[in-house]
Nanobody
């Protein structure tokens, strides 16, 4: 059983900052990557930021320079610090973990329940 618990969403004014956290629990054999996706109303879910177990990081062009992703491998937790928030950053943010569970070596994607972020004055 894999569980992802997200926290840190809410309402913030344009230009403000917000920090999201996602804690993963379960019988992982290995976690390969953790990341954050955003889904705005009426749009597809899109990747925002990703960090691999080895520490490689990638960002969507729209958030480069404003968002920072980090992880604590010992706690299976991923964080995302978001600065200079814009109204376009509004949406539901989902935590994603790519991992193998138990004795299986097969990789699967697991998702959190999502946390709403609204950037508005």
């Amino acid at each position: 059983q894999v569980q992802l618990v997200e926290s840190g969403g809410g309402l913030v004014q344009p230009g403000g900052s917000l920090r999201l956290s996602c804690a993963a629990s379960g019988s992982f054999f290995s976690i390969y990557a953790m990341g954050w996706y955003r889904q705005a109303p009426g749009e597809r879910r899109e990747l925002v930021a990703l960090i691999t177990r080895a520490g490689s990081i990638g960002y969507a062009d729209s958030v480069k320079g404003r968002f920072t992703i980090s992880s604590d491998n010992a706690k299976n937790t991923v964080y995302r610090q978001r600065n200079s928030l814009k109204p376009d950053d509004t949406g539901v943010y989902y935590c994603n973990v790519n991992a193998s569970v138990g004795s299986s070596r097969n990789k699967h994607d697991y998702w959190g329940q999502g946390t709403q972020v609204t950037v508005s004055s």
